[in-house]
């Protein structure tokens, strides 16, 4: 077990420095897809956020229906 925890921080710790090389060298590049990954950050957190938001109205519906019997 220890065996693999030293590799997967050994290959960790390589790609950390490597995205950091990469990066440096491309940043104008990296800088301009910003606005894409903004985009399409908002489809990705609809499909694995959900919509818990409204579920709260029926709840407070149900508690108003209470409230006047």
Do not use: N
């Not at 950050?41 to 709260?56: E, I, Q, V």
Request: with cysteine; charged share 15%; proline share 3%.
């Amino acid at each position: 077990m220890k065996w693999e925890r030293k590799w997967t921080l050994l290959a960790v710790s390589f790609g950390v420095i490597a995205a950091f090389f990469v990066l440096r060298e491309h940043w104008a590049h990296a800088l301009g897809l910003a606005p894409y990954l903004l985009l399409l950050a908002c489809p990705l957190m609809h499909l694995f956020h959900g919509h818990g938001g409204h579920h709260s109205g029926q709840h407070q519906h149900r508690a108003s229906k209470e409230d006047l019997s």
